[in-house]
């Protein structure tokens, strides 16, 4: 067959733009159901996969800007809604779908998925118990995750307030749709960042609420970025989402479920009229065992106090015995002052005056003073008859001599001897001197000389109390300068005496 001369005659080029252009034209916004199979992730961060059904297959693309931004990953066997563009890709001469978004294709989807995202985040351990933490039993102050408009934070506050009043703050967010996710794992983490005693007051509890609603509509609380964030809040966290069938992945990362956001407010404090009955009911107990167990204790000591007798008893002859000790102690003790005064009398007869000691001591200076003078004497004659039988053997000349050397010796011996007596006679006077001073300084004599009076009775003893000293008694009276006699009168009123007349008497 021959083409006539006049049809046109086009490049691939041109023949690839038009059929793009076309495509573009008449598919400009398209929404496509397909199963995602042959899912490719290249370095450069682009999302590549095919669309297919049961007659055919379409090739779709996801830039990497748009494929960061999926509210729902694609997976290879998910059934899913894209949305997007169709296009012509010149380089392979085949359409294709331009990606913007994503969505799941009914409600088994999206439970594959939640699956999917459910036993990949177990196996990180985000889910395990013993991650989970008690929850405060009467916390003062309850953070609050959800939407301020809605009725959930109405049922609350009211549950609250039935039970236990306390101090709630309220973090509002977005709790379904489009950022909602993200909303809620930041006011989790706002809460866990205010500083405890700052001037936000730092919640002992956080609450996730929200009411009932689809699956789709409870998506944001099976986000992963939701699940991480209650899983790593320091704060004990109650998950409340959806009514009691309700199941979401936050549930699980949770520290508590609760079915309902009623539920969460009972959960997180208790009922105040319960307390405040079971602390009366412990302190009747209270009350009860103490009183029940201090009359245990007293009939214990009655029975012990039977046991013993009466104390008094064994103290009676013990308090007998010491009184009798005292009274001989009180004997034992006048007996010995009794014989120390008796010793101090005679001892003070004994004494000597110190003139009397000066005399005697002088006496034995003489006698030593005549018996060293007589020694000298002695040995001087005995060196000079020496010196005489020596002078009448020798020759004039030489006696004269040795007489002369003889002589200036003796002289010279006979003044060392003087000085040796002199210092001798020196020593012996200030010794002497010495012993008077001490004499005169412990002796009687020198209290007598001060006004007081020795007294003895007539054996030679001193009378040292007004008690022996009875009335017609007579007595010597040992003055400084003297004795005299004098007879004891009867006892008269004393008047009052200057201090010095108060001293007692030796």
């Known amino acids: 067959m021959v083409l006539p001369d006049n049809v046109p005659e086009y490049s691939v080029s041109e023949i690839a733009g038009a059929v793009r252009r076309t495509l573009e034209g008449r598919f400009e916004r398209v929404r496509v159901r397909g199963e995602i199979s042959g899912l490719r992730r290249p370095a450069s961060g682009h999302v590549y996969f095919t669309l297919k059904d049961e007659g055919a297959v379409l090739a779709a693309v996801c830039w990497r800007g748009v494929a960061n931004a999926l509210r729902y990953p694609p997976e290879d066997g998910l059934e899913v809604v894209c949305t997007g563009r169709i296009t012509a890709y010149a380089g392979r001469s085949q359409y294709q779908i331009v990606v913007d978004s994503i969505e799941p294709a009914g409600e088994g989807a999206l439970l594959k998925l939640l699956e999917a995202r459910r036993k990949a985040l177990a196996a990180e351990g985000l889910f395990d118990s013993a991650r989970k933490r008690p929850l405060p039993y009467l916390p003062e102050v309850i953070g609050v ?181 005292g009274e001989r102690l009180d004997r034992a003790v006048a007996g010995v002052l009794d014989g120390r005064r008796h010793r101090v009398a005679v001892l003070a007869q004994r004494l000597r005056t110190p003139r009397e000691v000066i005399a005697e001591k002088g006496s034995r200076l003489r006698l030593v003073w005549a018996s060293a003078s007589a020694a000298t004497a002695a040995a001087l004659g005995a060196r000079r008859g020496a010196l005489g039988a020596a002078a009448a053997g020798l020759r004039p000349t030489a006696l004269g001599a040795d007489l002369a050397r003889r002589r200036r010796g003796l002289d010279d011996l006979g003044a060392r001897l003087a000085r040796a007596a002199e210092r001798a006679l020196a020593d012996g006077r200030a010794r002497l001197a010495t012993q008077a001073r001490l004499l005169e300084g412990t002796g009687y004599q020198q209290v007598l000389a001060r006004g007081f009076v020795l007294v003895r009775d007539d054996a030679g003893r001193a009378v040292t109390s007004a008690a022996r000293a009875r009335p017609g008694m007579g007595v010597a009276l040992t003055f400084h300068d003297g004795d005299r006699h004098a007879t004891i009168d009867r006892p008269r009123r004393a008047r009052a005496a200057p201090v010095a007349e108060q001293e007692p008497l030796l």
Do not use: K, M, Y
């Not at 549950?159 to 809620?184: I, K, N, S, T, Y």
């Not at 960042?193 to 929200?210: M, N, T, Y």
């Not at 009860?288 to 039977?306: H, Y």
């Open 145 to 325: 995750v959800t939407s301020p408009t809605s009725a959930v934070i109405r049922d609350i506050l009211q549950r609250l307030a039935d039970r236990f009043p306390r101090r709630v703050l309220v973090w509002p967010v977005r709790v379904q749709g489009e950022g909602a996710a993200e909303a809620v794992a930041v006011a989790i983490a706002g809460f866990n960042r205010l500083a405890p005693g700052g001037p936000v007051p730092r919640p002992e509890v956080i609450i996730v609420a929200r009411g009932g609603g689809s699956l789709e509509d409870l998506w944001a609380f099976n986000e992963e970025v939701v699940v991480r964030a209650a899983a790593a809040s320091a704060i004990p966290l109650i998950s409340a989402v959806g009514h009691e069938t309700d199941t979401t992945l936050i549930d699980l990362a949770a520290d508590r479920r609760a079915p309902t956001p009623t539920a969460a407010a009972e959960i997180a404090v208790p009922v105040r009229a319960e307390l405040a009955a079971r602390v009366l009911d412990l302190a009747r107990r209270l009350v009860t065992g103490a009183a029940r167990d201090l009359e245990r204790r007293r009939a214990e000591l009655r029975g012990l106090a039977r046991a013993l007798g009466d104390p008094r008893r064994a103290i009676e002859p013990v308090a007998q015995r010491l009184d009798g000790a």
